[in-house]
């Protein structure tokens, strides 16, 4: 069964700090991992990352892609308190016709 | 455009009542799903709809029932409801299976 999992389930740091949330999955013939910010409501958008393209970032985040490893990092640099949210992984397989989502990250920027 | 609109926001039932949920796209895409998320679980497929037309159980389907009335509409109906089934319920949709999924702003449920 394809499974997703996150690391630390919750983090708490100071404004400023770089913080990195780790995804690790096992998914039969992977196809693509996908990030999504959650805040108060609804989940958005973040990266998609494929196998033929490893790193994406925008702006202070960033994410790779460690295909050798089946997991991926999501990287924050001088964090806001506007980066407060849950950080959520997904995975998607060819023929699942879904996406697998882990448990995700609370993520706190105290100021 | 809406994106991902779905009703009602809030809803209170008490066990054993029925109730439907509602969830709409303007996006004109061919995918929905629909996920219950509960503290620490992060999100659980219900159920999907890989095209209109088809429907297929995710990961938690028990007690719940889909209908995809058409390309922009996806239900989700709790026929007689138990107080497990208090969550948030998102809806989502995407253009294909492998594209990014666009989220509704969620319907919280609970059962008494």
């Known amino acids: 069964e394809d499974k997703v999992v996150q690391s630390p389930l919750s983090l708490v740091v100071h404004e400023g700090d770089t913080v990195t949330l780790n995804c690790s999955y096992e998914v039969t013939n992977f196809r693509s991992l996908l990030w999504y910010k959650q805040e108060k409501k609804a989940p958005t958008f973040l990266f998609m990352l494929t196998s033929s393209g490893i790193e994406k970032k925008s702006g202070r985040l960033s994410s790779i892609l460690d295909k050798k490893e089946l997991s991926s990092i999501l990287n924050i640099t001088a964090t806001q308190t506007g980066d407060s949210a849950i950080y959520l992984c997904a995975v998607e397989a060819p023929g699942a016709q879904k996406l697998v989502f882990g448990q995700g990250t609370r993520l706190t920027i105290n100021p | 455009n809406a994106g991902v609109t779905q009703t009602p926001k809030f809803q209170v039932l008490k066990t054993g009542q029925s109730m439907t949920l509602q969830c709409a796209q303007d996006m004109n895409h061919n995918s929905m799903y629909w996920y219950r998320q509960d503290p620490g679980m992060g999100l659980r497929l219900i159920y999907y709809s890989a095209s209109e ?60």
Not at chain 2, 68 to 78: I, M, T
Not at chain 2, 85 to 93: D, K, L, P
Request: charged share 20%; aromatic share 14%.
């Open chain 2, 53 to 112: 037309g088809t429907t297929d159980k995710g990961e938690v389907p028990n007690g719940y029932n889909v209908s995809r009335l058409n390309k922009r509409e996806f239900s989700l109906r709790l026929e007689s409801a138990a107080p497990s089934q208090t969550s948030v319920y998102f809806c989502a949709s995407s253009e294909a299976p492998w594209y990014e999924q666009f989220f509704g702003p969620g319907t919280r449920l609970t059962v008494l």
